[in-house]
């Protein structure tokens, strides 16, 4: 239905029209448009079929890498998630975390909620020891409860890492243990290295499988100080994104021991998850290892950079220093207040400087999430402080 241009536009539909013409970003990365996006997958695609001398551009050595994995495989279709390169993407993703299995799915709610039922399953146990924060709880709709029965029974209720008191604090048997890192809606918060170690073997004393929300896993290693596989060597099971911090499309993967990541691919048979093809979405997320896995390091500097020079003017960020390349920002202002100065900012400088803001629970403050991504880094951080302390600060 088109929009009577006699009315006003209600205060998501003028967002929106604004940030259709916004020419810089400066979270993340700047969406690209389909048309952009499909190009450039197909490119990923003709590069890691072609000779080894065809190859071209930024992809060159990296499609050589992936393609050397796949064989005769290179540029083919997968079908219902076999060969092709979704095989290739599970045979790197293995190799990244150090685990003998992997699986591939189309997303991220249905990954998790296969391991989990194949670790309660073999133990016995519904019951699951999770944060009150995790995304199974605040971002599925109860799914998990309704389609698996599970009993969740929280680690912690606020913004805080679960840690081995936590742990011990939940009574009788549990079917698993669960740890989002970096837990997100507590404002990316991680724990130490040395509090992961010992919740990990706490878990392993007592039986209990371990699996990891990795989600941003990527984003996480560089603050942790180790690699993604010896941040994977502390669980049972890991689940990794392929669009959040590596750019992909959709989807998810499952790392963790041969037998149950099997049992994990029926309950994806079973979810409707084992799609004709997940060719487009392993593509992306191969040019997302290739691309954007090196720079965590970088983004997370960069994140540290930006928080201590927007505290210096003012603005107040947690955690300090960011423990990932995300961190929230807090301002002293009304949310409808902050709110108008980001969609001005769009329309009348064509720039997005961050997402929509949130009302805090402490009354007339506000917050919302800053993630660095490639967008971010063609700023300077100067550039960053200035502008954002400009429209939001003062």
């Known amino acids: 239905m088109a929009t009577d241009p006699a009315q006003p536009l209600s205060p998501s539909d003028r967002a929106r029209a604004a940030e259709a013409g916004v020419t810089r970003w400066l979270t ?11 190009r450039d997958l197909a490119d990923v695609v003709a590069d890691l079929g072609a000779d080894p001398g065809a190859r071209t551009g930024a992809r060159a050595e990296a499609g050589a890498d992936v393609a050397a994995g796949m064989g005769a495989d290179a540029g083919a279709w997968d079908r219902y998630g076999d060969h092709g ?33 194949v670790w309660c399953d073999a133990r016995g146990s519904r019951r699951v020891a999770i944060p009150a924060l995790s995304h199974l709880l605040s971002s599925e709709d109860d799914g998990p409860r309704l389609l698996h029965g599970f009993r969740f029974e929280h680690l912690t209720h606020g913004p805080s890492v679960p840690g081995v008191d936590d742990l ?23 724990p130490s290295w040395d509090d992961l170690v010992a919740f990990s073997q ?9 699996h990891l929300d990795g989600a941003r896993i990527w984003e996480s290693a560089p603050a942790l ?22 750019g992909g499309l959709a989807g998810a993967a499952l790392a963790g021991p041969v037998d149950q990541i099997a049992e994990a691919r029926r309950w994806r048979t079973r979810m409707g998850g084992t799609l004709f093809t997940l060719m487009p979405y392993a593509v992306a997320a191969l040019r997302g ?62 720039v997005a400087l961050t997402p929509r803001w949130a009302a805090s629970e402490v009354p007339g403050w506000s917050w919302t999430e800053f993630g660095v991504g490639p967008a971010t880094m063609t700023w300077e951080v100067e550039e960053i402080v200035d502008t954002l302390v400009r429209v939001f600060g003062r």
Do not use: W
């Open 85 to 117: 390169q979704v095989a290739a993407l599970e045979a790197r993703l293995a190799d990244l975390l150090g685990k003998p299995a992997v699986a591939a799915f189309p997303s991220g709610v249905m990954a998790q909620q296969s391991m989990l039922r």
């Open 289 to 350: 290892l290739d691309r954007e896995l090196p720079r965590m390091a970088e983004y997370h500097e960069r994140a540290v950079t930006i928080a201590a020079g927007l505290q210096a003017n003012g603005i107040r960020v947690s955690p300090s220093p960011p423990h990932t390349t995300a961190f929230r920002i807090h301002v002293e202002r009304d949310v409808d207040d902050v709110n108008e100065r980001r969609v001005t900012t769009m329309e009348r400088e064509q």
């Open 225 to 246: 100080g180790h690699s993604p596989a010896q941040i994977a060597d502390l669980a049972d099971s890991v689940y990794v994104s392929f669009y959040k911090g590596l």
């Open 28 to 38: 993340g990365r700047m969406p690209p448009t389909p048309a952009d996006e499909l």
């Open 202 to 210: 706490a878990c392993r004393e007592r039986g209990v499988p371990l």
């Open 168 to 190: 011990a604090a939940i009574p009788g048997p549990l079917g698993a243990a669960l740890l989002e890192l970096p837990l997100r809606d507590a404002g990316f918060l991680l």
